[in-house]
């Protein structure tokens, strides 16, 4: 069963270039499901629909949320029509199964004061506070996902241009603008910074560690909340947050929702929607200055 796992992984980034933090979370799905089908004493080939739905009935009741219950079932189906394709089974039992639903929650995004705060609180007259300076700015000019981030190539910016390219899900780029703020720090920590970190190594990308590694996913969030402590915000800050506050501000501001996709790299339009269903500042003040019983 691992070994039809492993290659079902395996098979995800070959063909579809599956991010690692995907891959991960499919492992962890499937292996939950392997441990189901041990306990049952139930076969994968010769599973059962109301084996399945007993697995979701499980999963409901151990307090998982639509979300995480809807992508378990999304990795169950990818593995079987995985085996279905390479003709290990004749047959499919998630086939006639409907979807979960997923839980649309709207996202969460700062107050434009807030997000300045955030990024503008690192201490930048040491070079640690340069460089987490120049990283909050970059997230908040381009939206980018943490791992887009994380993966960037000094060579992917193009700053006298204003511009930096994104690696996104499935491996797709994308060209994104850089206003001038995050230009001028991540200029600054290029010029001032980055050198001291890579004397010894140097892994490429653009922001590193003191040894001139990639710097890890724990670091970033360290990085964010860092600035969130020390901006005073008493709400949980991920990078996520800048990614949604990025995308609110834009559409606040008047920009159309077709740039916004394209600049956050999601690959379905329904998906940047969620953002027209915020309470923006600028749509409040338009109720109360318009609504008779505002």
Same mark, same amino acid.
């Not at 994968?44 to 629909?49: D, G, T």
């Not at 193009?158 to 491996?171: D, E, H």
């Not at 020390?230 to 800050?237: D, E, I, K, S």
């Given at each position: 069963?691992?070994?039809?796992?492993?290659?079902?992984?395996? *098979?995800?980034?070959?063909?579809?270039? *599956? =991010?690692?933090?995907?891959?991960? *979370?499919?492992?962890?799905?499937?292996?939950?499901?392997?441990?189901?089908?041990? %306990?049952?004493? +139930?076969?994968?080939? =010769?599973?059962?629909?109301?084996?399945?739905?007993?697995?979701?009935?499980?999963?409901?009741?151990?307090?998982?949320?639509?979300?995480?219950?809807?992508?378990?079932?999304?990795?169950?189906?990818?593995?079987?029509?995985?085996?279905?394709?390479?003709?290990?089974?004749?047959?499919?039992?998630?086939?006639?199964?409907?979807?979960?639903?997923?839980?649309?929650?709207?996202?969460?995004?700062?107050?434009?004061?807030?997000? #300045?705060?955030?990024?503008?609180?690192?201490?930048?007259?040491?070079? %640690?506070?340069?460089?987490?300076? *120049?990283?909050?700015?970059?997230?908040?000019? #381009?939206?980018?996902?943490?791992?887009? +981030?994380?993966?960037?190539?000094?060579?992917?910016?193009?700053?006298?241009?204003?511009?930096?390219? +994104?690696?996104?899900?499935?491996?797709?780029?994308?060209?994104?603008?850089?206003?001038?703020?995050?230009?001028?720090?991540?200029?600054?920590?290029?010029?001032?910074?980055?050198?001291?970190?890579?004397?010894?190594?140097?892994?490429?990308?653009?922001?590193?560690?003191?040894?001139?590694?990639?710097?890890?996913?724990?670091?970033?969030?360290?990085?964010?909340?860092?600035?969130?402590?020390?901006?005073?915000?008493?709400?949980?800050?991920?990078?996520?947050?800048?990614?949604?506050?990025?995308? =609110?501000?834009?559409?606040?501001?008047?920009?159309?929702?077709?740039?916004?996709?394209?600049?956050?790299?999601?690959?379905?339009?329904?998906?940047?929607?969620?953002?027209?269903?915020?309470?923006?500042?600028?749509? #409040?003040?338009?109720?109360?200055?318009?609504?008779?019983?505002?």
């Amino acid at each position: 069963m691992t070994e039809v796992v492993v290659e079902y992984l395996g *098979a995800l980034q070959a063909e579809q270039g *599956a =991010s690692r933090n995907t891959l991960a *979370a499919y492992r962890s799905d499937l292996l939950d499901f392997t441990e189901f089908l041990r %306990r049952h004493r +139930c076969a994968l080939a =010769s599973l059962a629909p109301d084996d399945l739905v007993a697995y979701l009935a499980g999963l409901r009741k151990r307090g998982l949320r639509p979300s995480s219950v809807a992508r378990r079932m999304s990795a169950v189906r990818g593995l079987y029509r995985h085996l279905l394709r390479g003709g290990a089974l004749d047959r499919d039992p998630t086939e006639h199964l409907e979807p979960s639903r997923r839980g649309r929650s709207l996202p969460r995004a700062l107050s434009r004061e807030a997000a #300045t705060a955030l990024v503008e609180a690192s201490d930048t007259t040491e070079p %640690r506070g340069v460089r987490d300076r *120049a990283i909050l700015e970059l997230l908040y000019a #381009t939206g980018m996902r943490a791992s887009e +981030c994380l993966d960037l190539r000094v060579e992917d910016l193009n700053l006298q241009a204003g511009y930096v390219v +994104c690696t996104g899900k499935g491996k797709k780029q994308r060209l994104v603008p850089v206003g001038a703020e995050a230009s001028t720090w991540v200029t600054r920590y290029l010029r001032e910074v980055r050198p001291l970190h890579t004397r010894r190594r140097d892994s490429g990308r653009l922001f590193v560690n003191p040894r001139g590694g990639r710097l890890s996913r724990q670091s970033l969030w360290v990085v964010v909340r860092r600035a969130a402590t020390r901006a005073g915000l008493r709400a949980r800050v991920s990078p996520h947050v800048l990614r949604h506050s990025f995308a =609110s501000h834009l559409l606040e501001g008047g920009a159309d929702l077709r740039s916004v996709q394209a600049m956050l790299g999601h690959a379905d339009i329904a998906t940047t929607q969620i953002y027209t269903h915020l309470p923006t500042s600028a749509l #409040t003040r338009m109720y109360r200055r318009f609504h008779p019983r505002a």
